[in-house]
């Protein structure tokens, strides 16, 4: 008989074991898809030119003209006859940057003021040529990313799941986010492993690790200020709504809140402030209005001089003709909503606790951040968020059981 359940017990933990192998061998090979893609096929986008412009332009360059010539020969020499054509005559707003430097230099502040990726590839240059650094970049950062999701899966003993996480990161576009020349892998890299430090932790005060990559990321790319101003505001809000849900008064919890979560998430929102207007004050930015419009209503072709005046109509259509297009052409939107749906049906908020419901509202209020403030349909844009509440997800499949409370029998007299 013992015998019996000694293999009965076994059967399921080989299972569970032989499906971590299979689970975790799926995600490496998804992994080297990634890596050779991006030796093989790396992506040829417009973005390369301006920010080896920029990169010129920081090493002393000033004249348009020079400014110009370099960066279409540096990305020139890196892309195949026809990827070139393509970045030089693949519409009229190409055609009109690759005839005239000056119109091309007024592109610039807008990649500028991603000041921290602009002197990082500027430092690197002296190791390779611009586009060949900001390739590196991207792959390092991109598998350094998955590198910390697995990691992240196995600390919170989920790695059994890696496998199913595939898929989300496929529909993100991972395979071509690694090639790719923008700051946008390296940020999600320093943003996921912002908060995985937290949801492996398991603490609602966020380790300094934690707020350091925040805050290099922000310098990497200021609008995620987002980021570091909504962390402190989403814990706060997580420990209070589990204190709430266990009964403690509304004002009582908030308080608690605040003492649990500690005053250094908040200062670091104060240095992301900081970073944030050292990286405008530099460049002459045409501001978040002018940068909209170009964006979402009219293409300039030349930026000198643009400042046009902001009309709440020609506002709210674009961020509707955005999430439209959003629902339509990305497959992570639908991802998201799904995932959303699944929270709903499957998931107790009380189960959560105070740490994972503030990494839950941290989601939340990135994406509906970044859809009323700029919203960029692109996944490259949403991959770190998507990441984050995959960990949640995970944590919360392999938490604890809550013991069940067991009613006393109730005591007859005789």
Same mark, same amino acid.
């Given at each position: 008989m013992a015998t019996e359940t000694a293999v009965t017990v076994a059967a399921p933990i080989q299972a569970r074991v032989i499906a971590t192998w299979m689970s975790v061998a799926i995600y490496l090979m998804f992994c080297g898809v990634v890596l050779l893609n991006a030796v093989a096929r790396p992506v040829a986008n417009w973005d390369a030119l301006a920010? *080896?412009? /920029?990169?010129?332009?920081? $090493?002393?360059?000033?004249? =348009?003209?020079?400014?110009?010539?370099?960066?279409?020969?540096?990305?020139?020499?890196?892309?195949?006859?026809?990827?070139? $054509?393509?970045?030089?005559?693949?519409?009229?707003y190409r055609r009109a940057q690759?005839?005239? =430097?000056?119109?091309?230099? /007024?592109?610039? =502040?807008?990649?500028?003021?991603?000041?921290?990726?602009i002197w990082l590839v500027s430092a690197l240059s002296r190791l390779a040529d611009?586009?060949? *650094?900001?390739?590196? %970049?991207?792959?390092?950062?991109?598998?350094?990313? %998955?590198?910390?999701?697995?990691?992240?899966?196995?600390?919170?003993?989920? %790695?059994?799941?890696?496998?199913?996480?595939?898929?989300?990161?496929?529909a993100l576009q991972v395979i071509d986010l690694a090639s790719i020349s923008t700051p946008d892998p390296l940020v999600a890299a320093l943003s996921v492993g912002a908060t995985a430090l937290i949801v492996t932790g398991r603490s609602a005060r966020p380790p300094l690790a934690s707020l350091v990559l925040l805050l290099l990321a922000v310098a990497i790319r200021p609008d995620m200020l987002v980021a570091t101003t909504g962390l402190p505001v989403a814990l706060v809000a997580g420990c209070g709504c589990a204190a709430w849900l266990e009964g403690n008064r509304p004002g009582s919890a908030l308080k608690a809140a605040f003492r649990t979560v500690g005053l250094a998430p908040w200062l670091a929102a104060l240095a992301g402030f900081g970073i944030y207007l050292v990286a405008k004050a530099g460049v002459a930015h045409p501001g978040w209005w002018a940068h909209f419009n170009f964006?979402?209503?009219? $293409?300039?072709?030349?930026?000198?001089?643009?400042? =046009?005046?902001?009309?709440?109509?020609?506002?709210? /259509?674009?961020v509707a003709r955005a999430i439209l297009r959003l629902l339509?052409?990305?497959t992570w939107s639908w991802i998201a909503l799904a995932i959303a749906l699944s929270a709903v049906l499957f998931m107790r908020i009380r189960d959560l606790g105070p740490v994972l419901i503030g990494l839950v509202i941290f989601v939340i209020w990135n994406l509906a951040a970044r859809m009323?403030?700029?919203?960029?349909?692109d996944a490259r844009i949403a991959t770190p968020i998507l990441i984050t509440l995959l960990m949640v997800a995970g944590a919360y499949l392999v938490r604890p059981a809550r013991p069940v409370p067991t009613q006393q029998p109730v005591q007859r007299a005789s």
């Open positions: 920010y *080896v412009a /920029s990169v010129v332009r920081h $090493q002393g360059e000033t004249r =348009p003209a020079v400014i110009h010539e370099n960066a279409y020969g540096a990305v020139a020499r890196a892309v195949t006859p026809d990827q070139m $054509q393509n970045l030089r005559e693949g519409n009229a690759a005839a005239d =430097p000056a119109a091309f230099v /007024s592109m610039l =502040p807008m990649y500028e003021v991603k000041g921290g990726y611009p586009v060949s *650094v900001m390739r590196a %970049l991207s792959l390092a950062a991109t598998l350094a990313m %998955l590198a910390t999701l697995l990691l992240a899966l196995w600390r919170i003993g989920a %790695l059994h799941l890696a496998g199913l996480v595939v898929p989300p990161l496929a964006t979402f209503v009219t $293409q300039q072709e030349n930026m000198t001089g643009f400042a =046009p005046a902001f009309e709440w109509r020609i506002y709210v /259509s674009a339509r052409d990305e009323i403030a700029f919203p960029l349909p």
